[in-house]
T-cell receptor, first 116, second 117 residues
Framework: AQKITQTQPGMFVQEKEAVTLDCTYD???????LFWYKQPSSGEMIFLIY??????QNATEGRYSLNFQKARKSANLVISASQLGDSAMYFC?????????????FGQGTILTVHP | EAGVAQSPRYKIIEKRQSVAFWCNPI?????LYWYQQILGQGPKLLIQ????????DSQLPKDRFSAERLKGVDSTLKIQPAKLEDSAVYLC???????????????FGPGTRLLVL
């Protein structure tokens, strides 16, 4: 079984500053993927960034980067230069291996509020 | 490229009634997923299709929920009869395929918000 833990129910950040959202995971699979999604109040899940378990370099996508520490089983999301539009719920998720390729297990989420 | 489409966006029904949700995935995506997201929680997988076959339905309450994906494209999720605890957002997602060991990025639709009274 796989598990994602997001320990920060809510985070606040000032506009233009950087913020780190924490994510730890547990899995018995050797090969897996880690994902971050953004969910604004409209409800749609927006894909942000992906990290494969065998990727040696941390993933980056524009202002988003994933701080992947495999030994610590953590996959924190870093958002640089926060914008007001970044205010949303953020979910960390892990993909399953075995016969359930692709199945995502999500954490509880972190609500990010960006202040002007 | 068109994203994942879902309808309806909102639905209000009374308990014991039936309801159906529709999903059209991104063109060419072989894998389709239905998730249930209860308020304040992360989405939970209900069922996963690879083309028109079921890969995983272990968390689908089969006494009341059913889903099909005819011709490997559109999918319908049905609840009959609905219970109060079924109030949630039902998200449909698709991915190009799901054969890789590290998973494949899933793209989500806007969701259907269901309220059972």
């Amino acid at each position: 079984a796989q598990k994602i833990t997001q320990t920060q129910p809510g985070m606040f950040v000032q506009e233009k500053e950087a913020v780190t959202l924490d994510c730890t995971y547990d899995t018995s699979d050797q090969s897996y993927g880690l994902f971050w999604y953004k969910q604004p109040s409209s409800g749609e899940m927006i894909f942000l960034i992906y990290q494969g378990s065998y990727d040696e370099q941390n993933a980056t996508e524009g202002r988003y980067s994933l701080n992947f520490q495999k030994a610590r089983k953590s996959a924190n999301l870093v958002i640089s230069a926060s914008q007001l539009g970044d205010s949303a719920m953020y979910f960390c998720a892990i993909s399953a291996g075995g016969t359930s390729y692709g199945k995502l297990t999500f954490g509880q989420g972190t609500i990010l509020t960006v202040h002007p | 490229e068109a994203g994942v489409a879902q309808s309806p966006r909102y639905k209000i029904i009374e308990k014991r009634q039936s309801v159906a949700f529709w999903c059209n995935p991104i063109s060419g995506h072989a894998t389709l997923y239905w998730y249930q997201q209860i308020l304040g929680q992360g989405p939970k997988l209900l069922i996963q299709f690879q083309n028109n076959g079921v890969v995983d339905d272990s968390q689908l309450p089969k006494d009341r929920f059913s889903a099909e994906r005819l011709k490997g494209v559109d999918s319908t999720l049905k609840i009959q009869p609905a219970k109060l605890e079924d109030s949630a957002v039902y998200l449909c997602a698709s991915s190009f395929w799901a054969g890789g060991p590290s998973g494949e990025t899933q793209y989500f639709g806007p969701g259907t918000r269901l309220l059972v009274l």
